[in-house]
């Protein structure tokens, strides 16, 4: 079983960058695809990004395409998110997540999460 640890949240004004990271565990993680996805105040979770457990495939959703980047380090059990031109809009709280289903379909078993707050 993998568990999943979410940092590097915090406030930032609009325009600015972040890096998220998700610390994962477990010798399965490099076998598995990898997601981030967000939830805003007051609306339903969403789909960010995923890669393919070789990291040599990525996906995203058109709102974060040409702004976020997903990566990841299967040495180090590590998946980022590096969010650069960052919108009011993307104030949420970050989840990593394993893929069942790619891109987007999820187990449903979630972390804590990283608050991310874009000021405009």
């Known amino acids: 079983q993998v568990q999943l640890v979410e940092s590097g949240g915090g406030l930032v004004q609009a325009g600015g960058s972040l890096r998220l990271s998700c610390a994962a565990s477990g010798r399965t993680f490099r076998n598995r695809d990898m997601g981030w996805f967000r939830q805003a105040p007051g609306k339903e979770r969403e789909f960010v990004a995923a890669?393919?457990?070789?990291?040599?495939?990525?996906y995203y959703t058109d709102s974060v395409k040409g702004r976020f980047t997903i990566s990841r380090d299967n040495g180090k059990n590590m998946v980022y998110l590096q969010m650069s031109s960052l919108k009011p809009q993307d104030t949420a709280v970050y989840y990593c997540?394993?893929?069942?289903?790619?891109?987007?379909?999820?187990?449903?078993?979630w972390g804590q999460g990283t608050q991310v707050t874009v000021s405009s």
């Open positions: 890669i393919s457990a070789t990291g040599g495939v990525t």
């Open positions: 997540a394993l893929v069942s289903r790619w891109p987007t379909g999820t187990q449903g078993s």
